[in-house]
């Protein structure tokens, strides 16, 4: 069945009105899951002035009442969690449990929310003064927006909207064109939980309702997850316009295997950051710089494991990995495959080779060794399932090779060794990293966000930064000299 999708607005589903429609595509069938129409700046206006009417009252609803809805929301979702992770994999391509890992990590972000009531408070100190008494209290500002990519769309929603809407703001949510869906059956949840009108909202849309957003006046701040150069875009923007905004952009992430590694854990590890999601993950480690002692045997194992993986659409039984989100994109990863070959790398693993169904956007797990740190295919960002191996002579290169990126996302280590640890813990350049874990991935009452080019602004995602990124801070001094 393909889904016609609408932008809610003040507790109303309603067609977007802007001219051009899009289309989602099942990218391991081809079939059309959904159709939409893009936003217009008006259709951006009339949700932020909703918002704007929603916000006085609820900002004035007493906390306790405000996470009512989101406990039910917490519910909505964990009941329809089946159902949002089918809809989840038909429109962006990845495995069953992919989507259902994504979807209990965005369920926590409302638990988390669920908590506001104590996360909110600032502080009172009696007698700070002579006769006086002082009193920080947060105040929500108004109308927030988030902005989302395709890779987690029921996942990464739910980084911002419960946070802006529980700490007592409006929320608008503007998802990837490319993966809508699942952000319509979330808010379609929204919707049962019993949130006043108004106060979270959906516009669909692209570059031309982002940039709406962006500009309007009325909205307070922008949360925005992509690739770099719309981040960089959306940072500058949004603060040339007077706005709050966190930006979080692309990745490239490293592994690095010491010497003293556990190397079957650490190869299993490799290969499921690199490889889950597709290698579509900001965190994924796509580079593995690996000790010059164990690399012949390190990629042998990777290899050889990698082999092994299946390639199929993400709703079948025993797949290991589905397609890319589209054809196009597949274009794009191929073309980095070919750089690797023609800048002398070796092409250990060739996913182009690897058994794939004939429909869909699909490619094999591919594993290039002997990569030249500096080469493009180690430097940027492909987003899809190409490893590259690195040889370092030792910890201090291996350290400098991670540095050296202008990414700073995520960062991992495979080592026996504490002091390896310490100072990887210490000299490492990234905003989430890992020992003996391949993804860095932090639970929801941890921020999450990046360094460097991965990152504009400075709060970041989840856990007490979204309370300070949502809220301001007043202080209250008070004098009763009588008293
Ligand atoms: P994208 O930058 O193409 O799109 C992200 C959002 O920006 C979409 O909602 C899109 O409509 C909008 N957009 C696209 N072009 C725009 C423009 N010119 N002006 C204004 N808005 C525009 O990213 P994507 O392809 O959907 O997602 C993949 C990227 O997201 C990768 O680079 C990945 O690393 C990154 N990502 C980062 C994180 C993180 O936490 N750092 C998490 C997930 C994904």
């Known amino acids: 069945m393909t889904r016609e999708l609408q932008n809610y607005i003040d507790g109303h589903w309603t067609p977007a009105t ?22 217009t700046a008006d259709d951006v206006d009339e949700a932020v002035q909703a918002g704007q009417a929603a916000f006085g009252e609820w900002a004035n609803t007493p906390v306790e009442a405000r996470i009512q809805p989101m406990f039910e929301l917490k519910n909505l979702l964990e009941a329809q969690q089946d159902e949002l992770a089918e809809t989840l994999v038909r429109e ?49 500002l108004g109308v927030f927006a988030a902005i989302t990519p395709f890779n987690f769309p029921g996942m990464i929603p739910l980084w911002f909207l419960p946070y802006a809407v529980a700490t007592g703001n409006a929320f608008i949510l503007k998802p990837s064109e490319k993966t809508p869906v699942t952000a319509q059956r ?35 701040g922008v949360s925005f997850v992509g690739s770099t150069p719309v981040a960089r875009h959306v940072y500058e ?58 690399y012949e045997e390190f990629a042998e194992r990777l290899v050889h494991e990698a082999a092994d993986m299946t390639v199929a659409d993400g709703l079948s039984d025993d797949v290991d990995m589905g397609p890319l989100i589209s054809g196009q994109h597949r274009e794009n990863v191929l073309d980095y495959i070919e750089t690797g070959i023609e800048d002398g790398a070796k092409l250990l693993l060739d996913g182009r080779e690897v058994e794939v169904p004939a429909e869909g956007s699909f490619l094999g797990p591919t594993i290039f060794g002997d990569v ?46 504490g002091s390896d640890a310490k100072r990887f813990r210490h000299e490492v350049d990234a905003g989430n990293l890992a ?31 979204m309370i300070n990124f949502y809220t301001d801070k007043a202080i209250y001094i008070e004098r009763w000299p009588d008293a």
């Not at 919707?191 to 957003?213: R, S, T, Y």
């Not at 500096?374 to 291996?398: C, K, M, N, Q, Y």
């Not at 639970?443 to 007490?464: T, V, Y």
């Open 18 to 39: 802007g001219p051009a429609g899009g289309q989602v595509t099942n990218p391991a069938t081809g079939d059309t899951v959904a159709t939409l129409d893009y936003s």
């Open 92 to 140: 962006h391509g990845k495995t069953f449990k992919e989507a259902k890992g994504e979807l209990r990590r965005g369920i926590e972000n409302v638990e988390v929310a669920c908590g506001i009531p104590s996360m909110m408070q600032a502080g009172h100190l009696p007698n700070a003064a002579p006769e006086i008494d002082e009193t920080a209290v947060r105040k929500p």
């Open 186 to 220: 979330i808010v379609e949840l929204v919707d049962e939980a019993g949130f006043p009108d108004g106060v979270v909202q959906l516009v669909n849309g692209d570059a031309d309702a982002v940039n709406a957003l962006i500009e309007h006046p009325g909205v307070e």
């Open 237 to 294: 923007s949004a603060a040339t316009h007077g706005k709050r905004v966190q930006a979080q952009g692309g990745a490239k992430n490293h592994i690095v295997v010491a010497e003293s590694a556990d190397l079957d854990f650490a190869a299993e590890q490799t290969l499921g950051s690199a490889f889950a999601n597709t290698g579509q993950r900001c965190l994924a480690n796509p580079v593995a710089v690996v000790d010059e002692a164990i």
């Open 372 to 417: 030249d740190p500096d080469a493009t295919i180690a430097r940027e960002e492909i987003f899809g399932p190409v490893l590259a191996l690195v040889e370092a002579s030792d910890f201090d290169h291996a350290l400098d090779i991670v540095n050296r990126s202008d990414f700073g996302n995520a960062a991992s280590l495979f080592t026996d060794r």
């Open 435 to 465: 020992v003996n874990a391949g993804t860095a991935a932090p639970m929801a009452f941890f921020h999450f966000g990046g360094w460097k080019d991965s990152f504009f602004g400075d709060l970041h995602a989840q856990g007490e930064d």
